[in-house]
């Protein structure tokens, strides 16, 4: 728990997000209110500096610095040595 006190209060959650998060709290065995907790602060926290998650719209993963570019060619390459 980030804080060392709780404030208790009422929200009007649309049912099938409810639903959706009582799922993940059963899953991850945890209690309902610090999954919404956890939602709501990864929702309006801005990401870490320096570490850009997605570009256009599409996720980014870590890669190592010394891992090959991969190209058209490349891929091509690994294409047609599939067919063979």
Do not use: W, Y
């Amino acid at each position: 728990m980030r804080d060392a006190f709780l404030v208790r209060t009422t929200l009007n959650i649309e049912d099938d997000v409810l639903e959706a998060v009582k799922a993940v709290a059963a899953r991850d065995r945890k209690p309902l209110g610090a999954v919404v907790s956890t939602m709501l602060r990864r929702a309006v926290e801005p990401p870490a500096r320096g570490k850009k998650t997605e570009r256009n719209g599409i996720p980014l993963f870590p890669v190592a610095a010394k891992a090959r570019s991969v190209t058209p060619q490349h891929i091509k390459e690994l294409l047609d040595a599939e067919e063979k």
